[in-house]
């Protein structure tokens, strides 16, 4: 199946600081989603880019399919940002089936 | 985008029992599937919950342990069967939401079970 490696792993910011993550996966996609699991365990959909360029107040992602990544960028990070985010990718549906696979995860702190 | 509910919230249950994990959805959807979370990890997928017939498990999941129902195209059952510690996680609801090539999943709330 697909994999779906995410980096760093950890992330501690300062409030105020920018950052980017990142989503590699070993194969063409049809659907890739980006996640915020705040504290309380509750999954936040970001953003639905399978491909191209999306912008969403402080947040924006960014996934070039052809060469299998994708960049979450975080700017002016406030403490609410604080939680895990998860890359999740679907394949073709032949290759993987209708499943959609999650990378290991940032553990994002950002400190007042 | 699709409201999800899930019931428990979460629940503390001794071992050798079983728990069964109720979602609701505002809208029909096709697609439904279950995901466990164990602490610390990221999601795996146990299987997808099809409306008239049998659910399809992921390698490593069994009907036995996880036994599921759809009745209709908005209601599904997690049932976690003769529980040990082990399976302390937190189970997810999850749907898809567009065409089935091409559709956005949306996760309920999570239910957090601690097993004793």
């Known amino acids: 199946g697909i994999q779906v490696e995410q980096s760093p792993p950890d992330l501690i910011l300062q409030e105020g600081a920018n950052s980017t993550l990142r989503c590699n996966f070993s194969?063409?996609?049809?659907?890739l989603q980006w996640f915020h699991q705040n504290p309380w365990g509750q999954l936040i959909n970001l953003f639905y880019?399978?491909?191209g360029t999306k912008q969403n107040g402080r947040l924006s992602a960014t996934t070039v399919a052809t060469e299998r990544y994708s960049l979450l960028y975080i700017s002016s990070s406030q403490t609410t940002d604080s939680g895990v985010y998860f890359c999740?990718?679907?394949?073709?549906?032949?290759?993987?089936?209708?499943?959609?696979?999650f990378g290991g995860g940032t553990r994002v702190l950002v400190k007042p | 985008s699709a409201v999800i509910s899930q019931k428990p919230s979460r629940d503390i249950c001794q071992r050798g029992t079983s728990l069964t994990i109720q979602c609701q959805v505002d809208?029909?959807?096709?697609?439904m599937f279950w995901y466990r979370q164990q602490p610390g990890q990221s999601l795996t997928l146990i299987a997808t919950?099809?409306?008239?017939?049998?659910?399809?498990?992921e390698s490593g999941f069994v009907i036995d342990k996880f036994p599921i129902s759809r009745p209709n195209l908005t209601f599904s059952t997690l049932t976690v069967s003769n529980m040990s510690p082990e399976d302390s996680s937190i189970y997810l609801c999850?749907?898809?939401?567009?065409?089935?090539?091409?559709?956005?999943?949306?996760f309920g709330p999570g239910t957090r079970l601690t097993v004793l």
């Open positions: 999850s749907v898809g939401v567009g065409d089935v090539v091409y559709n956005e999943q949306f």
């Open positions: 194969d063409s996609v049809n659907n």
């Open positions: 880019i399978p491909s």
């Open positions: 999740a990718v679907k394949g073709p549906i032949k290759a993987a089936g209708n499943k959609l696979t």
């Open positions: 809208s029909q959807v096709t697609m």
């Open positions: 919950a099809n409306q008239g017939s049998e659910a399809t498990y």
